[in-house]
C-alpha cells in the first residue's frame, strides 16, 4: 500500500473524529451554560402540547439498547465494539424474506458464493473475512450449510471486528446472532398473506397463547413459493414450522423448549459466466452482451433441497436482582443436497458462443450439539461497580458429505462446439435441453468431527466517574478430525488437528454524557484448521493440518451517541491485521503461516426516530484492505499490495419509513456497493451498482394492514456475489408484493 493511500484513509478518519469531538464540545460547553444559567431568575415558558395518537406513533422502531447476550454486559452505548442491529419492524418494512436479504442493509457486509469444495449457502463477509461459519442462533453456533430465512428471527446482531473472545473460533471479521421468537406473556395472532409478481406467494403465521399466569406458547409456521425475478426458469420453494412453550413466565425460574424445521426446494443459479481468454493484465467481467435472464443451468437435472430440525432448551433462574444464571442446549441436523450447474468460461468455449454446463454438487449432513451455561453477576468492589459475566461452551459437530458422480457422456477438455445436452448457447441458453447423463453416489465420503470446550469470562467495571473499563478472557480447546474413503479403490485420507488458544477483548468508555460516550478497544480472534467444520472454506487438508490457528486483531476508537428521543448515532475508526496468514511455499504443497493481511476504514450508523412518525436506519463503511505479503511464489508474490477479494471499498445504505397519516405510512431506501474484486489477482471484478426499494402500507383498522413493497424499483440488473473463477451470481430483478399483515 502507497503512503498516499494511507493518507487517503487517515484524513477522512482524522476529521471525523473532529467533527465527532467538536460535536461533543459543543454539547459539554451547552450543559455548562445550562448549569451557569441555574443560579439565574428562573423564567416561565408557555407550556406546550403535543399530542400523537398510538397509531400515527412508530411501534418497536429500529433502535436497540441492548444486545441479547449476556457477553454484553453493558447498553450497546457503553460496549466497546461496533454493533449494528436489525429489528424485527425494520426487516417486514423492507420485505426481506431470507436472511441474506435482511443483511444486505449493512454496509461493510458482502456475499461470497459456494463453487466446489464451498456449498451453495448463506456466506456473509464481514470487514472482507468470511463469517458464514460465524452465525449464531440465540447465542450458539448454527453449523451445517443452509440458506436461513426471517419468518421466526426477532432480531439480527451482527457484531463486527475480531470477535473471538466473544465467539471463539474464527470471527476474524466478525459474527453474526439471530434471535428467535419466543414465548411472550400475552395473547396475540398475527401473521400476513401476500402475493407479488414473478408468481410470489407467501403466508406466516405467528400466535402466542397464554396457558396460564406462568405458562405460554408461540407458533410460527411459514410457506413460501415464488420465481426468482428476472431470472429464467429459477424459483424458491420452502415451508417452516417452528413452536414454543415457555414455563415460569413470571417467575424467578423459567424453561423455554423449541423447535425450528425449515425445508426448502429451489432450482439453483449460478448466474453468468465470465469473460475468458482474454489479453494479459485484462480485468476479467461477467460476459457482456448477452440478456441477464438467461439460465444455463438443466432443469432436467438441476435441483437443491435443504432441511433444518433443531430442538433448543433454554433455562434461566435468577437468584436475586444481581445474580442469574441462563443455559441453553440444542441439538440440530441439517442437510443440503444439490446438483447445480456451473456456467463454466474455462473451457475456451465462450469466444465460440457456448457455455459448459459443469456440475458441482454436495449430499451433506450435519450434527450437532451445544451447550451453553452462563452466570451474570452484579456486585461492588471498593467504589468500582462491576457487571460481570462468566459462562462455560460445549460443542460437537459431524459433518458427513457424498458428493454426486455426475456422467455427462461428453469430454469437458474438447469444450463446446454446438450445443449438446451439456453445452449451452452463450446468447440464448435452453434450460429445457434434455439431459442423456447420470447420477449416482459418488465414491468418497467425507466425514469429520469437530470438538471444542470453551469458558470466559467478561466484565464492565466503572473504574471511575464517567470511565468504564470493558475486558473479555475466553480459552478455547478445540480438536477435529477428518476421514475420507474412497469406495472405488479403497483408499483412506485421515486428517487431525488439535489447538488450544486464548482470545482477549479490551475496551475503554468515557461518557461524555449519560448519552454518549467515547471509546477505544482492542480485540482478537484465531481461526483454527478445519475452522469450519469440513462444510466452508476452511477444510482440514494434509497441508493445513499441522498449523497453528491464524491470528486477527483489531484496533477501533468509536463513538456513540443517543439524540433526539430515540436515536443512535455510531462512528468508529479501525485497523484489523492478521500477521500470520496462511500462504503455499515455493515447493507448492507445504502451507506456512508467514502472510500478511490489513483492513483499515472507518465506518458511520444511524439508526431510530428523527420525530415520533419518521424513522431511519443507515450507515456507511469505507474499507481499505491490502495483501501485504500473499506468499513466496512468484505467482503469489505478484499480488503483494493488493485488495482482497470479495471485500468493497465503500459500501452505504439507508431505510426510512414516514407516517403520513394514522393510516398511511411512506418509505424507501438505496443500497450502494463499490466493485468487488473475486480473487486475489484482482483480475476477476464485478462492477459497482446502486439499487433502490420502496415501500407503502395502510391500516384498514387497528387489526388490518396493507402493505406493498417494490424492490429493485429501477430494476438494476447487477451481480451481488462471485467464487473465485468461472462465474457471477446475478441479483434479482425488479419485484412487487402486495401483503395483507393481520395482528390480533
Known amino acids: 500500500m502507497s503512503d498516499h493511500s494511507s493518507l487517503f484513509l487517515i484524513k477522512p478518519s482524522v476529521s471525523a473524529l473532529a467533527i465527532a469531538l467538536s460535536t461533543m464540545g459543543s454539547v459539554y460547553a451547552a450543559e455548562q451554560v445550562a448549569d451557569t444559567a441555574k443560579t439565574a431568575e428562573p423564567s416561565t415558558l408557555p407550556e406546550v402540547e403535543v399530542k400523537m395518537t398510538k397509531e400515527h406513533a412508530v411501534a418497536d422502531g429500529y433502535k436497540v439498547d441492548r444486545a441479547s447476550s449476556g457477553k454484553f454486559t453493558a447498553p450497546l452505548l457503553d460496549t466497546p465494539k461496533s454493533v449494528t442491529v436489525l429489528t424485527e419492524e425494520l426487516i417486514r418494512d423492507q420485505g426481506a424474506t431470507t436472511f441474506e436479504q435482511a443483511l444486505r442493509t449493512v454496509p461493510g457486509i458482502t456475499f461470497g458464493a459456494g463453487e466446489g469444495g464451498t456449498p451453495m449457502n448463506d456466506r456473509p463477509f464481514i470487514r472482507g473475512y468470511d463469517s458464514s461459519s460465524s452465525t449464531f442462533v440465540d447465542g450458539l453456533r448454527d453449523l451445517g450449510s443452509q440458506s436461513r430465512e426471517i419468518f421466526n428471527i426477532e432480531r439480527v446482531e451482527v457484531l463486527k471486528g475480531p470477535s473471538g473472545a466473544f465467539d471463539g473460533r474464527g470471527s476474524g471479521g466478525g459474527s453474526i446472532n439471530i434471535v428467535s421468537k419466543t ?145 441453553v442446549t440444542r441439538y440440530a441436523v441439517s442437510t443440503n443436497d444439490y446438483i447445480v450447474t456451473n456456467p463454466d468460461d474455462s473451457a475456451g468455449n465462450i469466444p465460440g458462443g457456448y457455455v459448459w454446463r459443469s456440475s458441482k454438487s454436495r449430499n451433506s449432513k450435519t450434527e450437532s450439539f451445544g451447550n451453553l ?185 468509536g463513538f456513540k451517541w443517543d439524540v433526539l428521543t430515540n436515536l443512535s448515532l455510531t462512528s468508529a475508526i479501525f485497523h484489523t491485521e492478521k500477521d500470520n496468514a496462511r500462504v503455499t511455499l515455493t515447493d507448492g504443497t507445504t502451507t506456512s503461516l508467514d502472510g500478511e493481511q490489513k483492513v483499515k476504514g472507518f465506518e458511520i450508523g444511524f439508526a431510530g426516530s428523527l420525530t415520533p412518525v419518521w424513522q431511519v436506519f443507515g450507515g456507511y463503511t469505507y474499507l481499505d484492505s491490502e495483501l ?105 430483478g425488479r419485484s412487487a408484493m402486495l401483503s395483507l399483515i393481520f395482528n390480533y
Open 373 to 557: 451455561s452462563e452466570f451474570s453477576v452484579k456486585f461492588d468492589t471498593a467504589e468500582i461497580k462491576h457487571n460481570l459475566s462468566a459462562g462455560f461452551e460445549y460443542s460437537y459437530e459431524d459433518t458427513t458429505n457424498t458428493p454426486y458422480s455426475v456422467v455427462d457422456g461428453y469430454v469437458r477438455a474438447t469444450g463446446c462446439t454446438a450445443v449438446t445436452s451439456v453445452c449451452a448457447d452463450l446468447y440464448n441458453p435452453n434450460p429445457s435441453d434434455p439431459w442423456l447423463g447420470t447420477v449416482a453416489k459418488g465414491a468418497t465420503t467425507t466425514e469429520t468431527r469437530t470438538q471444542t470446550k470453551s469458558f470466559y469470562v467478561f466484565d464492565s467495571a466503572e473504574i471511575a466517574k464517567d470511565w468504564i473499563l470493558n475486558l473479555g478472557l475466553r480459552r478455547d480447546i478445540y480438536s477435529t478430525d477428518s476421514d475420507a474413503l474412497n469406495s472405488s479403490t479403497n483408499v483412506r485420507t485421515k486428517l487431525d488437528n488439535d489447538s488450544a488458544f486464548w482470545n482477549y477483548q479490551a475496551g475503554l468508555v468515557y461518557k461524555i454524557q449519560p448519552n454518549a460516550s467515547v471509546y477505544v478497544s482492542y480485540g482478537t480472534s484465531s481461526t483454527a484448521s478445519g475452522t469450519s467444520n469440513g462444510d466452508g472454506t476452511e477444510n482440514l487438508s494434509a497441508a493445513t493440518q499441522n498449523l497453528k490457528p491464524e491470528r486477527t486483531k483489531n484496533y477501533e476508537i
Open 183 to 327: 414465548p411472550k406473556a400475552e395473547n396475540f395472532v398475527r401473521g400476513s398473506v401476500g402475493l407479488g409478481t414473478d408468481q410470489y406467494k407467501r403466508g406466516t403465521l405467528d400466535v402466542n397463547y397464554l396457558l396460564s399466569e406462568d405458562v405460554a406458547i408461540r407458533i410460527n409456521a411459514m410457506a413460501h413459493d415464488a420465481d426468482v425475478p428476472g431470472r429464467d426458469d429459477v424459483d424458491m420453494k420452502r415451508w417452516g414450522f417452528a413452536p414454543s412453550i415457555t414455563f415460569g413466565l413470571n417467575s424467578p425460574t423459567s424453561m423455554t423448549l423449541s423447535y425450528y424445521k425449515l425445508k426448502t426446494d429451489d432450482m439453483p443459479d449460478y448466474g453468468l459466466p465470465l469473460t475468458s481468454n482474454i489479453p494479459a493484465g485484462t480485468t476479467r467481467k461477467p460476459v457482456s452482451g448477452i440478456s441477464k435472464d438467461n439460465f444455463y443451468g438443466l432443469k432436467d437435472r438441476d435441483f437443491r433441497k435443504t432441511e433444518i430440525d433443531a430442538g433448543t432448551a433454554t433455562i434461566k433462574h435468577a437468584f436475586n436482582d444481581d445474580v442469574s444464571f441462563r443455559n
Open 628 to 732: 501485504v505479503n500473499n506468499g513466496p511464489r512468484a505467482t503469489d508474490a505478484v499480488n503483494n499490495g493488493n485488495e482482497f477479494p470479495g471485500i468493497a471499498k465503500n459500501s452505504a445504505n439507508v431505510w426510512t419509513t414516514y407516517n403520513v397519516t394514522e393510516k398511511w405510512t411512506v418509505g424507501g431506501g438505496a443500497n450502494y456497493m463499490d466493485r468487488v474484486y473475486a480473487n486475489t489477482a484482482n483480475t476477476i471484478i464485478l462492477p459497482s451498482w446502486t439499487r433502490f426499494d420502496a415501500m407503502s402500507s395502510y391500516k384498514i383498522d387497528k387489526n388490518l394492514t396493507l402493505q406493498l413493497n417494490v424492490l429493485n424499483l429501477t430494476d438494476k440488473r447487477y451481480y451481488d456475489k462471485t467464487f473465485t473463477t468461472h462465474f457471477a451470481n446475478v441479483a434479482a
